[in-house]
């Protein structure tokens, strides 16, 4: 039982006591709402209680995503004011930037503050733009369920605002094709649409690693017939409108997206249903996997592309392989046989096991449409599921029925293929893969080639370096063949100027050797050494030549292989704190991830993929640690 004092009052409980007198240490009747002591001194309006109600950290981190999501809404309501456009057309979408009427400025990479790219611990005011765009983040599982909101943030005091601006770099400007006629789903796709759809798609085809013939693609676009050309299955052609409709970048197309999005997935559908042309459903899946891969929406792409790897294996397609046709050439022989000079290889797909019933391949081009659609999705699987942290669908070398036979692109499949080529084609199995990287014969180098051999590097060397216990063989097999490969690349020129438009580099090269230079830190991940920073800051070399108008042609992977760099300069920043020796200084190490992120929310104008990697990686760890306090 307490204690009465002298006076016959029960002492008040810790804490119950005003701010007033707590704070001169005086003693309090706990009256409300003004205690005895404040009306003796006459403060009586400075008398205040502490609110004794303490609030959860589910119910803190409610409050806080709350408040963001009104202080979005008011930017959004701003902008449209103050624009006065009526371009709310990616309102729709919940993985797109909504871009403002701005152009991106020309802005120094060198020259942006480091303190300025990213909330600092304890951040203080700021001044938001009426112009900054918001990212939704329910496309990615993980920000999905933890409900989060990409937006401006206050600080944990509840002083200034702070966010994470991308004005700068997403302000966009108006519509490209303003004299567009408006299109009713319902009935065919104008002419003047599908010609300026696949103009743009034929253009920007590397960044969906798609390397088929294009011939019936630019026939279309010039409104002729086919002339007995197979024609390309609804499933594909949706998917390249939808995949023109985002490098497009302009409002009245991105208002056309969910429309042929919903029209590949049912045409996908119906074709899986009839078994019609199933090597344009494995493309189209493919192509829906990038898409919704550079929207961030991963799990939804991981599923796409999971089931082109599958039906691809299905279809036989990792099997095919060639025959040896070179005999002497006799009188009886057809046309097709003498039009092949002794020595020279001829494609055919034999032996091709197929689960699924399928039509063989009636001539050589088909057969090379086969090929350059395998390793199309070859590509997407192993580089896009790395970059998530997923596993794999097409299968390793595990049982020689899934062992990849299939040869590499090259450039020679546009007619015959030289002797070595042939002899040297695929088994993608333990140490053959490191062997078959390269061709000693000394043969052009060709970009789908190496884009392939760098995504099978990217993968192995991340698989190895997540490994706990490394089979070192493979791992030096597979080091000896990095470096065989960095010194087989051709070398990047940067900027060049007989380039008579964008890009004004070669930006293929340029995403090869980012991918090169990233599998060299998987390599050395558990241990900072010389190499790593090396290729580091050639990837920052890289990016550093990069002009305002080449980031769009760029590949949405670079994004995955830049957070890879960033982290590693992250992981140095981290050690210079605990330790006196380190390989760079500090001031260094903030200079390139002033240039990373810079760079970072660049590419995120273009694919919204970027934006949240750069949130993820810089913002949402301070965010996190504001919220805990």
Sequence with gaps: MKKASSSGQV???????????????????????????????????????EDRRQK????????????????????????????GDASSSNSGSPDTFDLGANTIGDVDQN???????????????????????????????????????????????????????????????????????????????PFENKKILLEVFIAHRHQCWFFSDTTRLDILSKGDSLDGMPEAHPALMNALYLLACLFSRSPYFSELEPVFLTRALREITVALDNQD????????????????????????????????????????????????????????????????PTGVMNLNATNAPSSIASSPPKNQSELRERISTFWQVFM???????????????????????????????????????????????????????????DPSGNPVYMPSLKAKAAALYERTFRLSSSAQPNWAEFAATSNALQRFLSSLPLFLGFEPWRNQAPFIDVELLTIHTIANVCT??????????????????????????????????????SACWTTVAKLYLQI??????????????????????????????????FPLAGQLTFFLFYWPFLIDGLGR
């Design 573 to 606: 920043l981290s050690l210079s704190n605990s330790t006196s020796t380190s390989a760079l200084p500090v001031f260094s190490v903030d200079q390139e991830l002033d240039v990373l992120v810079n760079a970072m929310k660049t590419l995120s104008a273009f």
């Design 111 to 189: 020259q942006i503050s480091l303190e300025h790219s990213w909330p600092a611990p304890t951040a203080g005011a700021s001044s938001s733009s009426s112009s900054s765009s918001s990212l939704s983040l329910s496309g990615n599982p993980f920000a999905s369920a933890m409900g989060i909101t990409w937006a401006d943030t206050d600080d944990t005091n509840g002083g200034g605002e702070r966010m994470f601006d991308l004005s700068t770099f997403t302000g966009m400007s108006g519509s490209m094709f303003p004299d567009m006629p408006h299109w009713d789903p319902s009935t065919p796709l």
């Design 277 to 340: 042309r199933l090597v344009d459903v494995v493309q189209a899946s493919s192509l829906l996997a990038i898409y919704l891969y550079a929207n961030s929406r991963i799990l939804e792409g991981y599923c796409h592309s999971f089931s082109a790897a599958r039906l691809a294996v299905g279809l036989g397609l990792h099997q095919i392989q060639y025959t040896d046709l070179a005999q002497p050439t006799t009188s009886s022989s057809s046309p097709a046989d003498r039009s092949s």
């Design 521 to 558: 830190i998987h390599m050395n991940k558990s241990n900072l050494e010389m190499e790593n920073l090396q290729a580091a800051n050639y990837v920052l070399s890289l990016i550093r030549q990069l002009g305002q108008t080449d980031y769009e042609w760029l590949d949405p992977l670079i």
């Design 11 to 49: 002492p008040l409980q810790r804490g119950l006591a005003c701010l007033c007198c707590r704070k001169r240490k005086l003693k309090c009747d706990g009256q409300k709402p003004v205690c005895s002591s404040c009306i003796k001194m006459k403060r009586a309006d400075e008398c205040e209680y």
């Design 380 to 438: 997407v699987d192993r580089c896009w599921s790395v970059a998530n942290g997923l596993p794999v669908a097409l299968p390793d070398g595990e049982h020689h029925q899934g062992r990849i036979k299939t040869p590499w692109p090259d450039a020679a499949l546009v007619g015959n293929i030289s002797l070595f080529s042939a002899r040297h084609m695929g088994l993608m199995d333990g140490y053959y893969l490191l062997h078959m990287l390269f």
């Design 56 to 83: 959860s950290r589910t119910q803190k981190l409610k409050e806080k995503l709350a408040m963001l999501e009104d202080r979005i809404k008011e930017l959004e309501g701003t902008e449209q004011i103050t624009s």
